[in-house]
């Protein structure tokens, strides 16, 4: 049985009777709930005996008000999302209950906020930090799951946590992606079918910005602008960054010395999407790189998935084998582009 | 028994054998113990079945280098003074339980810190919130006690719990005084005699205030003129600032329509000293005000004492009944200055 509760007030009776050896585990969502958010709630169900997701469009948030309002808001839907995986508690409350007053005290992120999203964006990871710190307070729970699909959010939590002592654990769940490769994420839905088709460029850009990385290439400037010319094939979208960063701070790193996050964010019409991936260089040594990604037969398989069914082609024209074997390649060159029949 | 812990992890340890129906009561200090911090403590006593006081010089909260190396550190005199009051644990946590690393994340109080000692001091209470953030997180009390002697401070704390949602109520506790009027403070140990002796003219200063409240004088700048008056009567003190402010927002009150909080800052010598007082307005109505000091034949007699027996006197040359009668009087001139034989 899945409980929709409103009011912190409700929350604490709640709580009061929950026993001490019981684990809670928070999921924080704005709804509009997708298998993004399953793969949180899964992970919270796995990890802990009871689950609280909370949906809250939070108004702090949002640089621009056409955004806010527009945002999906279904909360019957999200509420039998919930109850199908097994979700204990909805905290669904009100603006009035988040915002009964003019709001004074703001949770401020610092340095790692000035990057990425954050440049775009200016005051959002504020305003998520903020909702972020009052949720943990109002529900106090051990455990809270957070999509790398926002890495720049996670890390931004994570250093909250650390910073101000929170006595919550933050888990990080990878990013869901659909079978063309586009992330999940409620922003999808505002896409139109051709505008749709066009989405899945954004993660390849971002796997050849791993694949480069994964065959030796350190130098940042180098790899944006093979990345950037693999969007450009793509003249429907624009690009609002593309940056490697260290994975901690959300520092822009101009050379690739230790794994890093490959992040970039995109227009597509009027849909902004954004989307992250791991990437490890590889070693100096000839030692092969036990995580990154690796081409065979010249051909990356993920490359060619997100092309895949999309209406989008990558074609990968030249990919020959480095010196250090072991079936590593290395791209000369990567075009995407809208391939004429889709 | 009062049990000294130093790491957040021990902390946790006594925490999770600590049944549900006890209340912790905390008192944050940064040591150098006195009767103000000795009336938190009792409070806390009072309220709660366990108490914890911790004792931190809070590096960040400190704008001068040298004010934070010359805070008074009087580890072992605190605890003697903690045991003797019945505290449970003091939490004296070392620098690197604190700030382990880099803090990147601040508790931001906005406006409310932008008046009285936040304009003196830019990042006092940005340090001040952060690090109460902190310990709130670590200790996880039911009740928090702050002294009303750092007025902003306490509004600030309580914005701070309100807008983050924080699951602690803050308890506010009068001012305790010396017998001439001198609010405790820990600064007040750097004074030498002769600083000593004047101090008690910023209490004497703000009872003037009060009692011009009282009277019916409204006008913020009017009451400000008299009250630099009086302090200009002790030329070896420099005032910082003087301001009638809102008892919430701390927002500065050009007209006093409703209670408000009169505070001061000067500096005698190297020291700076703080205190404030609550003023109410005399009613528009006939009433007799129920709260506001009164003069009684033409004499205050507060201050009279904050001027006795410290080489102050308080002179009130002329004090006349007002029209509403009741024995209110209000003041003509007070001059406050050194008696030549003190």
């Not at 060159?333 to 391939?339: K, R």
Request: overall charge negative; aromatic content about 6%; glycine content about 8%.
């Amino acid at each position: 049985m899945t409980a929709v509760v409103q009011r912190v007030a409700e929350w604490n009776r709640i709580a009061a009777g929950i026993r001490r050896e019981e684990v809670l585990g928070f999921v924080p969502t704005m709804g509009a709930l997708h298998e993004g958010h399953g793969a949180l709630l899964e992970e919270a169900r796995k990890r802990c005996s009871i689950v609280a997701a909370s949906i809250f469009v939070n108004p702090i948030q949002f640089n621009q008000r056409t955004d806010y309002d527009f945002y999906p808001r279904v909360l019957e839907e999200d509420v039998a999302f919930c109850a199908a995986r097994g979700v204990d508690y909805i905290f669904a409350p009100p603006d009035d209950e988040m915002y009964p007053e003019l709001q004074r005290v703001f949770v401020e992120v610092g340095d790692t906020s000035a990057h990425l999203c954050g440049r775009s964006r200016p005051g959002h990871f504020r305003g998520v930090a903020t909702v972020v710190m009052k949720l943990f307070q109002m529900l106090r729970p051990q455990f809270a799951f957070f999509g790398e699909k926002d890495y720049q959010q996670l890390a931004i939590v994570r250093h909250l946590v650390r910073d101000l002592n929170v006595p919550v654990e933050v888990v990080g769940v990878p990013t869901v992606r659909e079978s063309d490769g586009l992330a999940l994420s409620s922003r999808n839905r505002r896409l139109n079918a051709a505008e749709r088709s066009l989405a899945p460029c954004l993660y390849t850009a971002l796997l050849v910005a791993r694949q480069l990385i994964a065959c030796g290439e350190r130098n940042t400037a180098a790899i944006k602008e093979r990345v950037i010319q693999v969007l450009q094939g793509v003249p429907q979208i624009r690009l609002d960054y593309f940056e490697l960063v260290d994975p901690d701070t959300i520092r822009p790193v101009d050379v690739v010395e230790a794994p890093v996050r490959a992040a970039a964010a995109i227009w597509i019409g009027e849909t902004r999407l954004i989307d992250n991936v791991y990437c490890a260089p590889r070693p100096h040594s000839a030692e092969k790189p036990s995580s990154a990604l690796r081409l065979t037969q010249g051909r990356d398989d993920r490359c060619r998935l997100a092309g895949t069914g999309s209406g989008l082609e990558a074609s990968i024209t030249s990919a020959t084998a480095p010196d250090s074997g072991g079936g590593e390649c290395c791209i000369d060159s990567i075009e995407v582009g809208a391939t004429p029949s889709a």
